[in-house]
């Protein structure tokens, strides 16, 4: 045990907190890594660009193009992060020799991840893939006006279901299976009723098969507006909230998918009072839903501490959603899964029961003086001793291991 350590713990310990609790804590917490990250999500279908309203910008060498070197750059990225991981695969990073359908995708066509996640001890997430793909060029998936256009994407969701209920078993830890679709309107709408309606019964047929629980979460996720789909998003909030509450599935809140007054931090409470479990995208929409790399923000600090404040660190199901092609990819996925990681132990870190006991009392002015001052408490020196004990370079010098071996030679 380093001497900042100690004298950090004894600081805690006067505040009534125990460090070691909050580190045992922390660590057991599984995070899902965004698959996405290392090629700007394109996958490995070799098609088009990426499409659905989502864009990732900036032209930094050393995307990974297959399998191989995905898999690679996430074995240096969890090298450099402390803690569970899971890692979240959207359908586009199947391994195949041909092109599959989506809607035929097996099991065995990500056997390599399957591999990889046992071999790792690493769990695995899925995402039914609902764009860059001809049937969704018209900026509608679940919600087509055409009955046929419906069925396949449906089709693509089934099978994804599968998959993941699949990896679940193999894995003993329970699968999410998250579903986004980008289905909106570049400009005014003559109806959102229909395309809703239609979303809803796409939904309830995918839906329809029951899994265990204990082995597949489905999740749906919100947003306000997509790059060319500006004027209507047939999945909205207000959509899925209900869609949620009414069939049992849980709802996803991407932190980049709100109006940028409104905070995530702030709806976490609400949900968690009708819902067994909620999913989070943790990203940081700049000036738009422009999934920036994570930072240690007030908002990312804020959520953790609502995650923390409710009781609810297995409620909520933790996963990150940014892709940044403007600057090293490893070291984007690296920074991201070091500040949620940092968040988290902030809020363990924290004495929540004298500060809602003052929020009670009506003392504001305490709560506020308190609440600030307890920004500087030795959280670093903490962070270095559960760096250091699982063998995670703590400071800049994880930086310095994810630059040595850029991937320049990667077209
Ligand atoms: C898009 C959503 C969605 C995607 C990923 C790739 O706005 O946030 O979660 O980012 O599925
Ligand atoms: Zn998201």
Not at 29 to 40: F, T, V, Y
Not at 318 to 326: G, K, P, V
Request: charged content about 20%; aromatic content about 8%.
């Amino acid at each position: 045990m380093s001497a900042r350590y100690a004298s950090a713990k004894a600081q805690y310990a006067a505040l009534g907190l125990d460090t070691e609790k909050a580190i045992e804590a922390l660590l057991a917490l599984p995070i899902s890594i965004h698959c996405w990250q290392g090629d700007d999500v394109r996958g490995f279908e070799g098609g088009g660009a990426l499409s659905g309203g989502i864009a990732a910008t900036g032209n930094y060498p050393g995307r990974a193009r297959n399998f191989t070197e995905l898999s690679q750059d996430l074995e240096q990225v969890l090298a450099l992060v402390p803690g569970r991981h899971k890692i979240n695969l959207h359908a586009i990073y199947a391994v195949t020799h041909d092109a599959v359908p989506r809607d035929q995708l097996q099991p065995e066509h990500f056997a390599p991840w399957l591999e990889f996640a046992k071999r790792r001890g690493l769990g695995l997430d899925v995402n039914p893939t609902l764009f860059s793909h001809p049937l969704a060029a018209q900026g509608m998936t679940l919600s087509h006006p055409e009955e046929g256009v419906r069925r396949f994407w449906i089709g693509h969701c089934k099978a994804m279901r599968r998959i993941g209920a699949h990896f679940a078993r193999e894995l003993g830890q329970v699968c999410v299976n998250n579903i986004w679709i980008p289905d909106g309107l570049k400009d005014s709408p003559a109806d959102r009723l229909g395309p809703r309606a239609r979303l809803k019964a796409s939904l309830d047929e995918i839906l329809a098969e029951q899994y265990d629980k204990a082995l597949l979460i489905d999740a749906v996720e919100s947003k306000v507006f997509g790059i060319g789909l500006e004027s209507y998003t047939v999945g909205s909030h207000e959509f899925y909230l209900n869609y949620a509450a009414k069939t049992g599935c849980a709802c996803l809140l991407d932190n980049g998918h709100y109006h940028p007054t409104e905070l995530v931090s702030d709806k976490i409470s609400s949900l968690l009072l009708f819902a067994d479990v909620i999913a989070l995208h943790l990203t940081r929409g700049v000036r738009w839903d422009s999934d920036h790399v994570v930072t240690l923000g007030d908002e990312l600090v804020e959520i953790a501490k609502e995650i923390v404040r409710c009781g609810a660190l297995e409620r909520v199901l933790l996963a990150l959603d940014y892709f940044d092609a403007s600057i090293n990819r490893v070291a984007a996925w690296v920074i991201g899964l070091r500040n949620v990681r940092k968040a988290l132990l902030q809020a363990l870190l924290l004495p929540h029961g004298q500060l809602r006991d003052l929020q009670n009392a009506g003392d504001f002015t305490r709560l506020l003086a308190l609440q600030e001052e307890y920004k500087l408490l030795p959280l670093g020196d903490v962070w270095a001793e559960l760096c250091a004990r699982a063998g995670i370079p703590a400071g800049g010098e994880w930086l310095e291991q994810a630059l040595a071996c850029e991937r320049t030679q990667r077209a």
